[in-house]
């Protein structure tokens, strides 16, 4: 029996730093409570709101920007579009002035210390990152609905399990990595030949090249930026940012106003190991400080895994020359369907994984993606990724302070070298002698994720997050 549907734009989603499951989803979540008022007729008759977080969402809440994203969600405002330069205007304002406008309509008084509680001892049984929402009405009643942000940016409320968007007729349904290779030896077709058929029973193919290539516009412009952009990263860790500075040594003082003029100067620095390595370390820093700095990105699968993929992209980009709207297509397809593929058997969420669900499963997506693209069989494509998830198996989610930022930022530089090591490896290899199955490290993943102490599933209780001393400031 399916478990679910998932397209490519469920993986690859646009939005606003620095976590896909504390920032994102609540957003989201926010979002969905307000339409539900609305549909229940009643946004009219709000007079009070009262937010409460529980679990991981409770304990790294604040520095992940779980209360930014789901008073701008509350507001009526979308993670897609917000100008994120009015990101801190907008937030200082609603606790300045003590009111906040539902839907941008309706302005009820808000106090920010006593309506938005963070219960740092308390958790719901179904997932870590849990959100109740409640709007007191005029009339003597109230609304109370509980959300889940299950990891990615997939949000899923109370009661509703499985109760997903309306199926449609699939040419080829995939739950495992077994059942993706059933498929491609049938047909003969590719992974991303795959996957493109299963999008066509959503929408026409041209709007599906569309969308990616829309990802791929967002995930350009945001590397571009974060090679381009100094300072400190926001949270009170003082971290400075080093991909500009990177680049700057790698490219030297010339100005490149666009990606394009960019990427061509990078393809003349040359292509020998140190060099390469420099600048795949440079792209995914780039996107993960934007992350950080509560920038535009999109979720690949997470937004604290963010720049795994695309710097394995841009490494196919600018080092492969591989730099066709139809190359960066499959690339984007493949690692989909790789990054589907996990959050059926296992799961996306640090909070219910470690990091493992997060920088794994996206080093697992970009080796599978970089494979299919250089030519590799779909017996190496599936091999590329268990290689790489195999050595990121126990990875825990300790991040210090509560901020997406260390180890997080260093870790997506990790996972995307290893995602090209492990493609490598399976381009040279003979898959039919592989002792380890995709879906025997997708299974081994969620086990450990199970028997992982809740300490290590990012609730800055363990790991580095104890072990490094730091004096955040009050929020």
């Not at 958790?123 to 009339?139: G, K, W």
């Given at each position: 029996?399916?478990?679910?549907?998932?397209?490519?734009?469920?993986?690859?989603?646009?939005?606003?730093?620095?976590?896909?499951?504390?920032?994102?989803?609540?957003?989201?979540?926010?979002?969905?409570?307000?339409?539900?008022?609305?549909?229940?007729?009643?946004?009219?008759?709000?007079?009070?709101?009262?937010?409460?977080?529980?679990?991981?969402?409770?304990k790294?809440?604040?520095?992940?920007?779980?209360?930014?994203?789901?008073?701008?969600?509350?507001?009526?405002?979308?993670?897609?579009?917000?100008?994120?330069?009015?990101?801190?205007?907008?937030?200082?304002?609603?606790?300045?002035?003590?009111?906040l406008?539902?839907?941008?309509?309706?302005?009820i008084?808000?106090?920010?210390?006593?309506?938005?509680?963070?219960?740092?001892?308390?958790?719901?049984?179904f997932?870590?990152n849990?959100?109740?929402?409640?709007?007191?009405?005029?009339?003597?009643?109230?609304?109370?609905?509980?959300?889940y942000?299950?990891?990615?940016?997939?949000?899923?409320?109370?009661?509703?399990?499985?109760?997903?968007?309306?199926?449609?007729?699939?040419?080829?349904?995939?739950?495992?990595?077994?059942?993706?290779?059933h498929?491609?030896?049938?047909?003969?077709?590719?992974?991303?030949?795959?996957?493109?058929e299963?999008?066509?029973?959503?929408?026409?193919?041209?709007?599906?090249?569309?969308?990616?290539?829309?990802i791929?516009?967002?995930?350009?412009?945001?590397?571009?930026?974060?090679?381009?952009?100094?300072?400190?990263?926001?949270g009170?860790?003082?971290?400075?940012?080093?991909?500009?500075?990177?680049?700057?040594?790698?490219?030297?003082?010339?100005?490149?106003?666009?990606?394009?003029?960019?990427?061509?100067?990078?393809?003349?620095?040359?292509?020998?190991?140190?060099?390469?390595l420099?600048?795949?370390?440079?792209?995914?820093?780039?996107?993960?400080?934007?992350?950080?700095?509560?920038?535009?990105?999109?979720?690949?699968?997470?937004?604290?895994?963010?720049?795994?993929v695309?710097?394995?992209?841009?490494?196919?980009?600018?080092f492969?020359?591989?730099?066709?709207?139809?190359?960066?297509?499959?690339?984007?397809l493949?690692?989909?369907?790789?990054?589907?593929?996990?959050?059926?058997?296992?799961?996306?969420?640090?909070?219910?994984?470690?990091c493992?669900?997060?920088?794994?499963?996206?080093?697992?997506?970009?080796?599978?993606?970089l494979?299919?693209?250089?030519?590799?069989?779909?017996?190496?494509?599936?091999?590329?990724?268990?290689?790489?998830?195999?050595?990121?198996?126990?990875?825990?989610?300790?991040?210090?302070?509560?901020?997406?930022?260390?180890?997080?930022?260093?870790?997506?530089?990790?996972?995307a070298?290893?995602?090209?090591?492990?493609?490598?490896?399976?381009?040279?290899?003979n898959?039919?002698?592989?002792?380890?199955?995709?879906?025997?490290?997708?299974?081994?993943?969620?086990?450990?994720?199970?028997?992982?102490?809740?300490?290590?599933?990012?609730?800055?209780?363990?790991?580095?997050?104890?072990?490094?001393?730091?004096?955040?400031?009050?929020?």
């Amino acid at each position: 029996m399916q478990r679910e549907q998932i397209s490519v734009f469920d993986i690859f989603k646009i939005g606003i730093g620095p976590s896909s499951s504390h920032t994102l989803g609540p957003w989201r979540a926010a979002q969905q409570f307000v339409q539900s008022l609305q549909n229940r007729n009643v946004l009219s008759l709000v007079t009070q709101v009262k937010i409460l977080l529980y679990g991981s969402l409770a304990k790294t809440g604040k520095g992940h920007g779980t209360d930014v994203a789901i008073l701008l969600g509350l507001s009526g405002d979308d993670p897609v579009t917000f100008d994120v330069n009015n990101i801190t205007y907008k937030v200082d304002q609603i606790k300045t002035s003590h009111q906040l406008e539902l839907d941008g309509t309706q302005t009820i008084s808000f106090n920010y210390e006593d309506d938005l509680l963070f219960l740092f001892a308390e958790s719901l049984p179904f997932h870590p990152n849990a959100v109740t929402f409640q709007a007191f009405l005029n009339n003597g009643k109230a609304v109370s609905e509980t959300y889940y942000s299950i990891g990615g940016g997939f949000v899923v409320q109370e009661g509703t399990e499985g109760q997903g968007r309306t199926e449609v007729d699939l040419p080829f349904p995939i739950d495992t990595a077994g059942d993706l290779l059933h498929w491609c030896i049938k047909t003969g077709l590719k992974i991303a030949e795959v996957v493109a058929e299963n999008e066509a029973a959503w929408r026409p193919e041209q709007e599906t090249r569309a969308g990616v290539l829309n990802i791929f516009r967002v995930i350009k412009e945001c590397m571009y930026r974060g090679c381009h952009t100094t300072g400190h990263l926001p949270g009170g860790l003082n971290v400075a940012r080093r991909a500009a500075n990177l680049n700057r040594r790698l490219i030297g003082d010339a100005v490149y106003h666009n990606y394009d003029e960019w990427v061509a100067a990078i393809r003349h620095t040359g292509n020998n190991f140190k060099n390469t390595l420099d600048w795949v370390s440079c792209f995914a820093l780039s996107i993960n400080e934007e992350n950080a700095s509560f920038g535009r990105v999109v979720t690949a699968p997470t937004n604290g895994a963010a720049g795994v993929v695309p710097a394995v992209l841009q490494y196919l980009i600018v080092f492969c020359d591989s730099f066709t709207d139809d190359k960066i297509i499959q690339f984007l397809l493949t690692a989909s369907e790789i990054g589907s593929i996990f959050k059926k058997g296992a799961t996306l969420s640090a909070a219910m994984g470690g990091c493992q669900a997060e920088i794994g499963v996206s080093s697992a997506m970009a080796a599978a993606a970089l494979t299919e693209c250089l030519g590799g069989t779909q017996r190496q494509v599936l091999m590329a990724a268990e290689i790489a998830m195999e050595h990121h198996l126990g990875m825990t989610c300790d991040p210090i302070g509560g901020l997406v930022q260390v180890p997080c930022i260093e870790r997506n530089t990790m996972g995307a070298i290893k995602a090209i090591t492990a493609s490598q490896l399976a381009l040279q290899s003979n898959p039919d002698k592989a002792k380890v199955s995709l879906d025997a490290v997708v299974k081994t993943m969620w086990q450990t994720a199970q028997d992982m102490n809740f300490k290590y599933k990012e609730t800055a209780d363990g790991g580095l997050a104890i072990n490094v001393p730091i004096s955040l400031p009050e929020c």
